[in-house]
Every structure is written in structure tokens, then in C-alpha cells.
């Protein structure tokens, strides 16, 4: 199995908040991102926390990380229709390579 | 700033030719560039990590010989896919890791093998 996981689908009505779930295993992650993929386009770096941190705000973005559990969330206050898209979660360990470990994405759906 | 570009966006090509995805890091020096793979309703796949000046290390199960990757200069890596079939059609993805430390990511392409 995946080493990153998210849940596949998440609908929500416009001007609530979105939460969207992460699990990840390996304990030595050092940065842990969320990036946003819209239809046919590249991946936007929405915000990143070092492993260090429990809570990251960035104007509507809320990043929880429980290290313990190895758990991270990303909440999205007031959602709105152009937060449609797809959200990927990804670790770093933090070697000589700096690779990313991406979990399967979240499409999140708006609904008016 | 760290903006990486991403060329062609999208490409229709026949079975059995080749193709070239280029990727370059705008105003920074990129000397690690990542290349990554999306099948449908799926995540990201590291195929290969190519390094400035060196050989590229592949992921396991990727064919090095298919998937040819060059890292020439410092703004610039390629990724052509050889003798290209159906199966090879996907959305590819570059990133490169920038002086801070963080990743960013070309717009991909779409490729598309008939």
C-alpha cells in the first residue's frame, strides 16, 4: 500500500469549511505539504509544515499535523467554488535526493 | 519567483516514435529536477530524479532505456519517452527543488500515443 493516505472524495457546500485527512508512516518525514491540482494543470504548493510544528495558519488554510498519530489535516475556512480541485498531500524525508511521497489526492467538490 | 516551465502542454504522437517533455527552471538554477507520472484519478509517481551533470536515478520498475532523461544544464532537464505505445499516454510532471528547500511544479503534459 500507499505510505501517504487520503480519502478519495470529499463534497462541500459553499461558505462552509473543508477538511480534508492525511495518514502517513514514516516517522522520519520532515516537511509534510499540501498541494492543490486543478483540472489538466500542474500541482500548486498551497502550504507546507516542518515536522516540528502542530499548526500552520495561512489566511484560510489551517494545517493541523499530529506526529504521534502521523496524522495531518488541511482546513479550508469559507470554501468556495474555486477551491474545486484535486488536494495531495505529500511527505519529505528529507535525504540527499529530496523526494516526495504523494498520497492518491482528495477531489473536493463545491457545491453552491 | 521559483516558477518552472513546462513544454509542450499537451502532445499526440504515433506509436513507435519519440518524444521530448522539456522542463526549466525560469529564474533559479534547478541542479536537482524531479519527473513525475499521473494515471487517472491517481497520484503522483516518481519515475526518475535527475541530477545536473550526472545520470539520472530511476525509480524501481522504470525503464531507464524508455524513458531517457537529460540534465545538461542548470535550467534545463528533458525527459523523452522512446518508441512511445498507448500504455505511455499519462500526465507528466517536472519539479524542481529551489533554494529554499521547497518544490515547484511545471503545468505537466499531456501525452497521448495513437
Known amino acids: 500500500g500507499e505510505d501517504v493516505e487520503q480519502s478519495l472524495f470529499l463534497s462541500v457546500r459553499e461558505g462552509d469549511s473543508s477538511v480534508i485527512n492525511c495518514t502517513y508512516t514514516?516517522?522520519?518525514?520532515?516537511?509534510l505539504y499540501w498541494y492543490k491540482q486543478e483540472p489538466g494543470a500542474g500541482l500548486q504548493l498551497l502550504t507546507y509544515?516542518?515536522?516540528?510544528?502542530d499548526m500552520k495558519q495561512d489566511q484560510r488554510l489551517t494545517v493541523l499535523l499530529n506526529k504521534k498519530d502521523k496524522h495531518l489535516s488541511l482546513r479550508i475556512a469559507d470554501t468556495q467554488t474555486g477551491d474545486s480541485a484535486i488536494y495531495f498531500c505529500?511527505?519529505?524525508?528529507?535525504?540527499?535526493?529530496?523526494?516526495?511521497?504523494f498520497g492518491a489526492g482528495t477531489q473536493v467538490v463545491v457545491t453552491p | 519567483g521559483a516558477v518552472v516551465s513546462q513544454h509542450p502542454s499537451r502532445v499526440i504522437c504515433k506509436s513507435g516514435t519519440s518524444v521530448k517533455i522539456e522542463c526549466r527552471s525560469l529564474?533559479?538554477?534547478?541542479?536537482?529536477m524531479f519527473w513525475y507520472r499521473q494515471f487517472p484519478k491517481k497520484s503522483l509517481m516518481l519515475m526518475a530524479t535527475?541530477?545536473?551533470?550526472?545520470?539520472?536515478?530511476?525509480e524501481q520498475g522504470v525503464e531507464k532505456d524508455k524513458f531517457l532523461i537529460n540534465h545538461a544544464s542548470l535550467t534545463l532537464s528533458t525527459l523523452t519517452v522512446t518508441s512511445a505505445h498507448p500504455e505511455d499516454s499519462s500526465f507528466y510532471i517536472c519539479?524542481?527543488?529551489?533554494?529554499?528547500?521547497?518544490?515547484?511544479f511545471g503545468s505537466g503534459t499531456r501525452l497521448t500515443v495513437v
Open positions: 519539479s524542481a527543488r529551489t533554494r529554499s528547500g521547497g518544490y515547484t
Open positions: 514514516d516517522s522520519s518525514s520532515t516537511y
Open positions: 509544515i516542518f515536522s516540528n510544528m
Open positions: 505529500a511527505e519529505s524525508t528529507g535525504d540527499s535526493w529530496g523526494k516526495l511521497q
Open positions: 529564474d533559479f538554477q534547478a541542479t536537482t
Open positions: 535527475s541530477n545536473e551533470g550526472s545520470k539520472a536515478t530511476y
